[in-house]
């Protein structure tokens, strides 16, 4: 509701998905048009701790991390871009 509230457009959000086996690769492409890409920014939420441990008691890799476990992250919204009025 934080992020949508910062939009002055109605139906600003276009998709959602859900998280799942697969992680954001496997997921986000089924919700957008192919000529589009997603931007995933790593550093724009906290990684629960929890997942630092595992990748390193693994080892696992970043990728890996990210495809199995989604480091945190179960649901997206693909939403309009957000135009400053």
């Given at each position: 509701m934080k992020l949508l509230s910062q939009y002055k457009v109605k139906q600003i959000v276009h998709a959602m998905a859900h998280i799942t086996g697969g992680g954001f690769?496997?997921?986000?492409?089924?919700?957008?048009?192919?000529?589009?890409?997603?931007?995933?920014?790593?550093?724009?939420?906290?990684?629960?701790?929890i997942f630092s441990f595992l990748q390193k008691k693994g080892p696992v890799e970043e990728s890996e991390m990210f495809r199995v476990f989604n480091m945190g992250i179960g649901y997206i919204l693909i939403v309009a871009v957000k135009t400053i009025l």
């Open positions: 690769d496997g997921n986000i492409p089924q919700v957008i048009p192919a000529n589009c890409d997603a931007v995933i920014k790593k550093s724009s939420w906290p990684i629960p701790k």
